[in-house]
């Protein structure tokens, strides 16, 4: 079972719809990263949370400790929102570096 | 305001050949990456550098080697490259004194044959 797994791997959604991109992982972590990759392209990090939530523009993340769950939220979704987003976690000990969830590939339909 | 900066960005090489991919970032960071990322897999871990001078291995890192020349630029060297390594390669940074950020260049698409 991987350490960081992600929800839905797929979502198409019409232009305008609330998003929700769901993480879970199971390890003990410092801080958990929300990233995002277009295609062909780079990534970049949106939100690094290590508690409660955390807002930039149309994007929202919360994380839940206790539970060992994070969200991705994007409201009034546009289809520049397009993209790969990819949860990671920073692991508490262990080797540094970032473990990844396999990414969940968002498609909004004008 | 560079950030960081990955090359080459696109490599072809036979299986048995050597290439080293060169990573720079501008940021004054102490903490460096290389990662791996494959079809249907997250990005995984190959070697970090968590201060000039050193370096230790990730999670995959067979294969490969690396070489923090100073505090701006970290490589990865493939000495024979096997189709195994057919992959996109992404340098990483952060400041590496607590819980940042971090930057990611723009990955280097390497395919062997």
């Known amino acids: 079972k991987n350490e960081v797994e992600q929800s839905p791997q797929n979502l198409t959604a019409q232009e305008g719809e609330f998003i929700t991109i769901n993480c879970s992982y199971s390890v003990g972590i410092s801080a958990l990263h929300w990233l995002q990759q277009h295609p062909g392209g780079g990534i970049v990090s949106l939100f690094m949370?290590?508690?409660g939530k955390k807002k930039h523009g149309r994007l929202i993340a919360t994380i839940n400790i206790q539970e060992k769950h994070s969200s991705l939220h994007i409201t009034a979704s546009h289809p520049r929102d397009s993209a790969v987003y990819i949860c990671?976690?920073?692991?508490?000990?262990?080797?540094?570096?970032?473990?990844f969830g396999k990414g969940t590939h968002l498609i909004i339909q004008p | 305001n560079a950030g960081v900066t990955q090359t080459p960005k696109f490599q072809v090489l036979k299986t048995g050949q050597s290439m080293t991919l060169q990573c720079a970032q501008d940021m004054n960071h102490n903490s460096m990456y290389w990662y791996r990322q494959d079809p249907g897999m997250g990005l995984r871990l190959i070697y970090y550098?968590?201060?000039?001078?050193?370096?230790d291995k990730g999670e995959v890192p067979n294969g490969y080697n690396v070489s923090r020349l100073n505090k701006r630029e970290f490589s990865l060297r493939l000495e024979s490259a096997a189709p195994s390594q057919t992959s996109v390669y992404f340098c990483a940074s952060r400041t590496g004194w607590q819980d940042t950020e971090a930057f990611f260049g723009q990955g280097t698409r390497l395919t062997v044959v």
């Open positions: 550098s968590a201060s000039e001078g050193t370096t």
């Open positions: 990671a976690v920073r692991r508490r000990g262990g080797a540094d570096g970032l473990t």
């Open positions: 949370l290590s508690s």
